[in-house]
């Protein structure tokens, strides 16, 4: 069950512009601890987690072809 993951704002000097595919994760805790292995500048990033455009918070459980997209902090004005 590949998950596809996006990345935004100052996310993406960590990860890059493109999208990373993660081949397996049960839950979005699993997929954050494979990023975190893979890019270890993230530990210490905030962000928001979104699977297929809704916002998820704890865990939350992956199936096929979710994409998941990490948010850093904005504000509004």
Do not use: C
Not at 34 to 50: D, E, H, M
Not at 57 to 75: D, I, M, W
């Amino acid at each position: 069950m590949a998950v596809q993951v996006i990345v935004f704002g100052q996310l993406t000097d960590i990860m890059g512009h493109n999208p990373v595919t993660i081949d397996s994760a049960a839950d979005t805790s699993d997929l954050i601890e494979q990023l975190n292995q893979r890019y270890p500048a993230l530990v210490n990033k905030p962000y928001i987690i979104a699977v297929d455009k809704q916002i998820v918070t704890g865990h939350t459980t992956l199936s096929g072809n979710n994409t998941v997209a990490l948010l850093p902090p904005f504000a509004g004005g």
